[in-house]
């Protein structure tokens, strides 16, 4: 047998060599498997409904005036049509100058980025395209994780493959976060320069970019310092792009914040009426409260808002209705007759969103069927004048019923009108 130890150590290294070479194949197998679900599996991470933003809803008269908005998220979806070039190139300069040359990783940023923390031993520069902040902003959490990365990735290819440019960007700009409860780039316009998107000029198209990436700390509001210089920031960035020049940077550079807070109080006096909309629209069509604070409906209502601010301010000082000191309450509709429209409605002295709407609530007619049910129709007769005299005075009517007075009292007779407006029983009754 010690004529074959001579090849023992060819076969160790034989079997060292196989082994290696399946490692190899493994690994290789494993990297093509890899990079197959990251350019495929993107439709994994990504779902229709994630591509489907929240919107807050209108509720506006037959003449477009805006009585109300509901909403999970402050957010009005615009078109990217409706957005200004300019405003467009700012977010682009200033979040991801490559936007139109990657498709959606970039890798020369990715490289200039770990160069640049490198060299200051700390991270300075983030290398996320703008479809992988839409990836993330969509579909993923904010944990700082290799996996979630990776999906990001996963995510960003997917969305580049299957939508332009432009339809990226639309989504990006309508679903990004600019503080204070504002979604999107038409609120952000609305809440912070009180104009729409379509609106917007340079200066103020690139204070709302340099937002997104800390929007309390760049708040125009709370912090106009830090919110100039990131715009100022923003706008040699667009200066390096080419995307404006030299001198109008400067210009622009020079300009006030111009940020105008909206200064009218939360008024409530449409609430009634809204919450009314909100259980019809539940009962009738089978939308929920939630789906109109997220769907992005247009709601036509028949509410005269004139007459409903008074009636809701007048139901609340109690000026025309008796006894309401304290804890009383009350309700209030004003109907059209013709159509039953209903133009004003009134759900409590106070009413505000959550409260119990008294103009569902049964309660008893009492006193104020009178009016309604005997003097009126009595009045509309030849017979009876509002000095008709009537009898007061205790008796039983149908064999076994016998109404009393409130207080006791009775003055044998008296006319319709003193009846009416001592609210007396008995000849109610009898009439």
């Known amino acids: 047998m010690k004529q074959y130890d001579y090849l023992k150590p060819i076969q160790?290294?034989?079997?060292?060599?196989?082994?290696?070479?399946i490692i190899l194949a493994i690994l290789v197998m494993a990297g093509v498997l890899g990079y197959i679900t990251i350019l495929f599996g993107g439709r994994l991470v990504v779902s229709e409904e994630d591509l489907v933003l929240d919107e807050k809803t209108f509720i506006e008269t037959k003449d477009g005036e805006i009585i109300e908005e509901i909403y999970t998220k402050n957010r009005e979806i615009v078109d990217i049509s409706d957005i200004p070039e300019h405003v467009q190139q700012a977010f682009v300069?200033?979040?991801?100058?490559?936007?139109?040359?990657?498709?959606?990783?970039?890798?020369?940023?990715?490289?200039?980025?770990?160069?640049?923390?490198?060299?200051?031993?700390?991270?300075?520069e983030g290398a996320s395209t703008i479809t992988q902040q839409l990836a993330k902003n969509i579909s993923l959490s904010n944990d700082k994780t290799w996996m979630r990365k990776t999906k990001e990735v996963m995510a960003a290819i997917y969305l580049e493959r299957n939508f332009t440019k432009d339809e990226i960007?639309?989504?990006?700009l309508n679903g990004i976060y600019f503080g204070e409860g504002v979604y999107g780039i038409e609120a952000a316009a609305e809440h912070y320069f009180q104009s729409p998107a379509s609106e917007l000029t340079v200066a103020e198209g690139a204070l709302l970019?340099?937002?997104p990436k800390a929007p309390n700390s760049y708040s125009p509001f709370d912090n106009p310092e830090e919110a100039k210089e990131r715009r100022n920031l923003v706008l040699s960035r667009m200066n390096d792009t080419g995307s404006i020049s030299a001198a109008d940077m400067k210009s622009y550079q020079g300009a006030t914040l111009g940020a105008e807070e909206d200064e009218s109080e939360?008024?409530?006096?449409?609430?009634?009426?809204?919450?009314?909309?909100?259980?019809?629209?539940?009962?009738?069509?089978?939308?929920?409260?939630?789906?109109?604070?997220?769907g992005g409906y247009?709601?036509?209502?028949?509410?005269?808002?004139?007459?409903?601010?008074?009636?809701?301010e007048n139901v609340k000082n109690g000026e025309f209705v008796p006894g309401t000191n304290g804890e009383v309450q009350g309700a209030l509709t004003l109907m059209d007759h013709k159509t039953g429209a209903l133009r004003a409605v009134v759900g409590g002295r106070d009413f505000k969103h959550g409260d119990i709407n008294r103009v569902l609530t049964s309660h008893q007619p009492a006193s104020a069927i009178k009016p309604l049910a005997v003097y009126g129709p009595a009045l509309m007769t030849e017979k009876y004048t509002p000095y008709t005299v009537l009898p007061d005075e205790k008796q039983e009517f149908s064999g076994d019923y016998t109404p009393e007075n409130y207080d006791g009292e009775y003055d044998g007779s008296v006319s319709l009108y003193q009846a009416l407006s001592q609210s007396k029983n008995v000849p109610a009754v009898w009439l």
């Open 12 to 21: 160790r290294a034989a079997r060292r060599v196989r082994w290696a070479g």
């Open 93 to 124: 300069a200033i979040e991801d100058s490559r936007f139109y040359e990657h498709s959606g990783i970039d890798f020369k940023s990715i490289v200039r980025a770990v160069y640049k923390d490198i060299i200051a031993m700390a991270k300075v």
């Open 169 to 172: 960007l639309e989504l990006y």
């Open 209 to 211: 970019a340099g937002m």
């Open 266 to 294: 939360s008024e409530t006096w449409t609430n009634s009426y809204v919450d009314l909309v909100i259980a019809e629209a539940a009962e009738k069509y089978d939308i929920s409260r939630d789906e109109l604070k997220r």
């Open 298 to 312: 247009r709601v036509i209502v028949e509410m005269d808002p004139v007459a409903q601010r008074i009636a809701a």
